[in-house]
């Protein structure tokens, strides 16, 4: 049985700018990856049960910044800057920030990773190069279906099926379906957590 674990005890500690500032406690991380406006911060929130630990950026790509919250002295969410979101600068077009490739490369004691994607859309290019990493290292990881209150149950199972098809992988995965709207999903994300960190 996976421990318990208290989500609503929850402490910011603080974010980081480059890989070498994030902390060094060897505490497990379960990091969010996902496109900018998926809908990570919301996901803090939602699974803290907090309006704003996590600040919900208005202008999309813009958290450039690690941040690190702190679960029941257990764990940390740590959520990554979002990738793939093209408005500022060439640059920024660009896939994954150094920041991102740097971090899920790095020595970190990641547990796993929460890969975050709308449930209404396809996923980028970027999604599936990031999906296709996550397998090749073996990261363990959980598909997380964000907005699932833009649909209808029927349609939110039809979404699910195609995703998991351009994704390449098993029609049987098991997935979690979130709603920040709607406060829906999270226990079951919870309890996936829960194994992920037994693991
Ligand atoms: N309808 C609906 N909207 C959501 C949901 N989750 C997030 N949003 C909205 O989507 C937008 C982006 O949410 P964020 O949580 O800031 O997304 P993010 O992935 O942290 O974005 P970046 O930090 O820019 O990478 C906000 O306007 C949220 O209110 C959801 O479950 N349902
Ligand atoms: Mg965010």
């Not at 929130?45 to 208005?58: D, E, T, V």
């Not at 990738?83 to 020595?107: C, E, H, M, P």
Request: with cysteine; aromatic share 6%; net charge positive.
């Amino acid at each position: 049985m996976p421990q318990e674990i208290n989500f609503n005890n929850v402490e910011y500690k603080g974010l980081a700018t480059n890989v070498n500032q994030a902390p060094q406690t060897g505490l497990p991380e379960i990091v969010l990856a996902g496109r900018s406006n998926v809908g990570k911060s919301s996901l803090v929130n939602g699974l803290c049960q907090r309006k704003n630990i996590a600040r919900i950026s208005q202008t999309p790509g813009k958290t450039q910044a690690v941040l690190y919250f702190l679960i029941d002295h257990q764990f940390y969410l740590t959520d990554l800057p979002g990738y793939g979101y093209a408005r500022t600068s060439k640059q920024s077009k660009s896939k994954f920030s150094n920041l991102v490739d740097n971090y899920l490369t790095a020595d970190r004691p990641i547990k796993g990773v929460l890969h975050l994607l709308d449930i209404r859309h396809k996923p980028s290019a970027d999604d599936r190069i990031m999906n296709h990493w996550l397998t090749e290292q073996g990261i363990p990881y959980i598909i997380v279906l964000t907005k699932a209150d833009k649909l209808s149950r029927a349609q939110m199972h039809v979404k699910k099926m195609d995703i998991l098809r351009e994704l390449g992988l098993p029609q049987d995965l098991e997935v979690a379906m979130v709603s920040n709207t709607k406060k829906t999903g999270y226990e079951l994300l919870k309890e996936q957590i829960g194994i992920l960190l037994e693991l």
